[in-house]
T-cell receptor, first 114, second 115 residues
Framework: DADVTQTPRNRITKTGKRIMLECSQT?????MYWYRQDPGLGLRLIYYSFDVKDINKGEISDGYSVSRQAQAKFSLSLESAIPNQTALYFCATSDRQPFGNEQFFGPGTRLTVL | AQSVTQPDIHITVSEGASLELRCNYSYGATPYLFWYVQSPGQGLQLLLKYFSGDTLVQGIKGFEAEFKRSQSSFNLRKPSVHWSDAAEYFCAVAPAASGTYKYIFGTGTRLKVLA
């Protein structure tokens, strides 16, 4: 079984709709991250969480929100989706120091906003 | 500002040929360095990482990378490419300090392998 899973794997939605992307992990890691990948731009950090009560904005958090429901679950929400949020979204996890810094990625969710 | 540069957007090599993918970073101190591979439709898989010590790092799938402090580079190499190596490759850096968390990714290099 995969250590980091994401649901759905693909989603097509319309402008203005609320959508939630979910991430679950069985690695027992404290830290979780959400990235988006756009062609030619690499991966950019949206939000990250060090534990259930510690959530922080990344470099491109506008238009997104997150929820850390449990150590193993970290959800990303688009409250009102817009076309330029069409991208590939990745969840990642890492252990705390000194084992931190190596991140483990889920398979990604391809989101299309029409 | 911290940054990672992968100057080659696309690279095409013949199967069996050698490969070098370039990565340069801009950061005040030596960061942690990583190479990830993303196969089509897949997530990112760690190929190798450098934290400290020997500057030549061996990874999975026959890849290696060399950290050169004087050049702020961490280039990825493979002596003989296989068709299955066709993928996108990302270099990433993370500050080498306690409580670090942020990866800075390069924009990626897409590798095409000719039969």
């Amino acid at each position: 079984d995969a250590d980091v899973t994401q649901t759905p794997r693909n989603r097509i939605t319309k402008t203005g709709k609320r959508i939630m992307l979910e991430c679950s992990q069985t690695k027992g890691h404290d830290r979780m991250y959400w990235y988006r990948q756009d062609p030619g731009l690499g991966l950019r950090l949206i939000y990250y969480s060090f534990d259930v009560k510690d959530i922080n904005k990344g470099e491109i958090s506008d238009g997104y929100s997150v929820s850390r429901q449990a150590q193993a679950k970290f959800s990303l929400s688009l409250e009102s989706a817009i076309p330029n949020q069409t991208a590939l979204y990745f969840c990642a996890t890492s252990d705390r120091q000194p084992f931190g810094n190596e991140q483990f990625f889920g398979p990604g969710t391809r989101l299309t906003v029409l | 500002a911290q940054s990672v540069t992968q100057p080659d957007i696309h690279i095409t090599v013949s199967e069996g040929a050698s490969l070098e993918l370039r990565c340069n970073y801009s950061y005040g101190a030596t960061p942690y360095l990583f190479w990830y591979v993303q196969s089509p439709g897949q997530g990112l898989q760690l190929l190798l990482k450098y934290f400290s010590g020997d500057t030549l790092v061996q990874g999975i799938k026959g890849f290696e990378a060399e950290f050169k402090r004087s050049q702020s580079s961490f280039n990825l190499r493979k002596p003989s490419v296989h068709w299955s190596d066709a993928a996108e490759y990302f270099c990433a850096v993370a500050p080498a300090a306690s409580g670090t968390y942020k990866y800075i990714f390069g924009t990626g290099t897409r590798l095409k392998v000719l039969a």
